[in-house]
């Protein structure tokens, strides 16, 4: 039989050998583990993303100013469309841009700003004047005060939130005016612009008939009512500022022939005399 004391130095080196294993076993596994430090942190981090660049202005709330023209010199003529904008506006916009010329177009909201609302955008982009048509096209003279205010301060609004801007001018549905439409007129900061020339495009739709009737009629600060949804009005506009211009008449925007001055809201105009 082993002695005590052999039993223990056997145990000795036992528990000796066990423990050197046991490191060589750590340090191959510490060997084995990726890099810690900053420098290894740094290298396998991804990179930074670039920064995100600033967002250009929304086109939606552009409006350029109308080609400049001084109508106290110059024998102007305001140029205006009705009841868009639709299926012909995007045609007349590239004869006016081509033409060098800025129209006022008093827009109807429930047929024409609410579906067209990028043709809106571009008239501004294009330096045309918006103006407001009612949301519906009803004889205000013959609706409760509530339905004026209503037809009226919608198609402001949906302006301003496709523009930026909220218009001046407004023309009642078929001319029809009141004192009340006035007053309410008057309240949304809106002048009323009738017309002295009419080619009842919306009846007769032969181009060189509505051609003719708006230079017969045409005069210095007289004004022009046209219509941009009638299939027969779009294709009389280039002969028209011709001839207007054949005339000695500069076609422009409501806002320059009144100018320098305003238009009054609530005010009635026929003309600029």
């Not at 841009?97 to 609302?117: D, H, I, S």
């Not at 004047?129 to 096209?137: F, P, T, Y």
């Not at 230079?215 to 001839?243: F, K, S």
Request: charged letters at 20%; hydrophobic letters at 40%.
């Amino acid at each position: 039989m082993l002695s005590v004391s052999l039993v223990i130095t056997l145990r000795r080196l036992l528990q000796t050998a066990t423990a050197i294993a046991a490191a060589a076993v750590l340090s191959a596994c510490a060997l084995a583990q990726p890099a810690t430090t900053t420098e290894a942190k740094t290298a396998a981090a991804p990179a930074a993303a670039p920064p995100k660049p600033k967002p250009k202005p929304s086109p939606s709330l552009s409006w350029s100013k109308p080609h400049p023209v001084d109508c106290r010199k110059a024998k102007c003529v305001a140029l205006t469309f009705d009841a868009g904008p639709g299926l012909y506006t995007a045609h007349l916009l590239d004869i006016l841009k081509a033409k060098r010329v800025n129209a006022t177009f008093f827009l109807l909201g429930e047929q024409g700003v609410a579906r067209y609302p990028q043709l809106v955008r571009r008239q501004a982009a294009e330096g045309h004047e918006l103006a407001n048509h009612s949301w519906s096209h009803p004889r205000l003279t013959e609706v409760s005060t509530a339905e004026v205010h209503r037809q009226l301060s919608l198609v402001q609004q949906r302006i301003k939130q496709l523009t930026g801007r909220t218009p001046s001018l407004m023309r009642p549905p078929q001319g029809s005016t009141d004192q009340r439409v006035s007053e309410i007129s008057r309240s949304l900061g809106l002048a009323q612009i009738l017309w002295t020339v009419t080619a009842k495009d919306y009846r007769d739709h032969d181009p060189d008939l509505i051609k003719q009737r708006v230079l017969a009629g045409a005069e210095r600060n007289g004004i022009i009512l046209l219509h941009d949804v009638y299939t027969g009005t779009v294709p009389a506009v280039p002969g028209i500022i011709d001839g207007l211009r054949e005339r000695g008449l500069t076609p422009v925007t409501v806002s320059q022939l009144f100018a320098p001055t305003k238009p009054q809201p609530g005010r009635a105009y026929w003309n600029a005399w």
